[in-house]
């Protein structure tokens, strides 16, 4: 059975850091492109991070380049979100997922079959 449970969300101000992380059991984590999305009631899940399965190509949207980083350590199955710079509109509730399909991030997000039950990341003005 697969499980990912994510960790590190809390209520910090504007300007602040977080670090997220999500820790995976039940599967080949090394061979998994892993990816972090966020999520605000009455609005559509938002992709915010992805890396490949070696941790060689990240991937992060306008909205966080410069600001979020995502890395992977295989051999414990975990994968982290760093997120610096925090502004109010990055409150959301953010997920980890795993894509079942690719090793490598797809650009239309697809394949994340796997996911967190999320942490809460409020951040305040």
């Known amino acids: 059975q697969v499980r990912l449970v994510e960790s590190g969300g809390g209520s910090v101000q504007a300007g602040g850091s977080l670090r997220l992380s999500c820790t995976a059991s039940?599967?080949?984590?090394?061979?998994?492109?892993m990816g972090w999305f966020r999520q605000v009631p009455g609005k559509e899940r938002e992709g915010v991070s992805c890396?490949?399965?070696?941790?060689?190509?990240?991937y992060h949207p306008n909205s966080v380049k410069g600001r979020f980083s995502i890395s992977r350590d295989n051999a414990q199955s975990t994968v982290y979100l760093q997120m610096n710079s925090l502004k109010p509109e990055d409150t959301a509730m953010y997920y980890c997922?795993?894509?079942?399909?690719?090793?490598?991030?797809?650009?239309?997000?697809?394949?994340?079959?796997?996911w967190g039950q999320g942490t809460q990341v409020t951040v305040s003005s």
């Open positions: 997922a795993a894509n079942r399909v690719y090793s490598d991030c797809p650009s239309s997000w697809s394949g994340f079959d796997y």
């Open positions: 039940g599967l080949a984590f090394g061979t998994y492109a």
């Open positions: 890396l490949n399965w070696s941790g060689s190509s990240p």
